[in-house]
């Protein structure tokens, strides 16, 4: 389907964070989500995690800079047939990225099916 406009899409992505348990939420450290057309090397890449999980945080972590999770309208909306299968998607993806930000890894996240 065509892109949906940026203002729409990123409205469907605060919704889908807004859909995430408050206590969840409280315990994201240091990310920003942000949309962005296409990710450059992987242009069917729905969406990414670039930071360091939770998991892996030392005493040596304080003052990096934020992690990002980066959720791709565009590739979102070539794989979906609708508005509704976007909505769907969009939600599907930041919360396979905000797990990925806890330390869960893509077969665990499939195994839970949130491929």
């Known amino acids: 389907m065509k892109p949906l406009p940026l203002p729409v899409f990123e409205?469907?992505?605060?919704?889908?964070?807004?859909?995430?348990?408050p206590e969840l939420m409280?315990?994201?450290?240091?990310?920003?989500?942000?949309?962005e057309d296409r990710n450059p090397d992987e242009p069917d890449l729905l969406g990414l995690?670039?930071?360091?999980?939770?998991?892996?945080r030392g005493w040596e972590y304080g003052?990096?800079?934020?992690?990002?999770i980066m959720i791709y309208?565009?590739?979102?909306?070539?794989i979906c047939a609708t508005e509704e299968d976007v909505v769907d998607e969009v939600t599907i993806t930041v919360v396979h990225e905000i797990a990925?930000?806890?330390?869960?890894?893509?077969?665990?996240?499939?195994?839970?099916?949130?491929?």
């Not at 003052?63 to 990002?68: E, M, T």
């Open 26 to 35: 409280e315990l994201l450290d240091n990310v920003v989500v942000l949309v």
């Open 73 to 78: 309208r565009e590739a979102i909306c070539d």
């Open 11 to 21: 409205q469907l992505v605060a919704d889908a964070l807004d859909e995430v348990p």
């Open 100 to 115: 990925h930000h806890f330390g869960i890894d893509d077969d665990r996240l499939h195994e839970l099916g949130w491929a």
């Open 49 to 56: 995690y670039d930071g360091h999980a939770l998991t892996e």
């Open 63 to 68: 003052g990096a800079l934020p992690d990002r």
